[in-house]
């Protein structure tokens, strides 16, 4: 029965963040939220972590990272007045996002050796 609830969280966060990238990043948030709770629950109960909450975390971290590089450039733009091509706009935002996902990466390496560090201190593997 537990088992069934983490996996249900873990799928309604990643429907949720697919959503929310239909919806210009407006069910980003529950669905973080819900990603959240289901890898909290997974690791009080012991069971191995979702791949669906993980996933949903990477689509909202990536949507929030998206609109906050979008609001950074659009102010810089307005505030020094210039004019940017659509090509010097795709540069802009094409290594943003290459600089987003590297972040994201990283993020996701410290959860997973976390992760391990703290199966191999319960021993578990």
């Given at each position: 029965?537990?088992?069934?609830?983490?996996?249900?969280?873990?799928l309604?966060?990643?429907?949720?963040?697919?959503?929310?990238?239909?919806?210009?990043?407006?069910?980003?948030?529950?669905a973080m939220i819900?990603?959240l709770?289901?890898?909290?629950?997974?690791?009080a109960?012991?069971?191995p972590?979702?791949?669906y909450a993980?996933?949903a975390?990477?689509?909202c971290?990536?949507?929030?990272?998206?609109?906050?590089?979008?609001?950074?450039?659009g102010?810089l733009?307005v505030?020094?007045?210039?004019?940017?091509s659509?090509?010097?706009?795709r540069?802009?935002?094409?290594?943003?996002?290459?600089?987003?996902t590297?972040?994201v990466?990283q993020?996701?390496?410290?959860?997973m050796?976390?992760?391990?560090?703290?199966?191999?201190?319960?021993?578990?593997?």
């Amino acid at each position: 029965m537990k088992q069934q609830y983490h996996e249900k969280l873990g799928l309604a966060a990643f429907v949720l963040s697919l959503a929310g990238v239909l919806t210009a990043g407006l069910l980003v948030i529950p669905a973080m939220i819900c990603a959240l709770m289901s890898k909290r629950h997974a690791e009080a109960v012991g069971l191995p972590r979702d791949g669906y909450a993980t996933a949903a975390m990477v689509v909202c971290v990536s949507v929030l990272g998206l609109w906050a590089l979008l609001f950074a450039t659009g102010g810089l733009v307005v505030l020094s007045g210039l004019r940017i091509s659509e090509d010097g706009l795709r540069v802009i935002l094409g290594v943003g996002g290459l600089l987003l996902t590297g972040v994201v990466v990283q993020q996701i390496a410290k959860q997973m050796a976390g992760a391990k560090r703290m199966r191999h201190l319960a021993g578990r593997r």
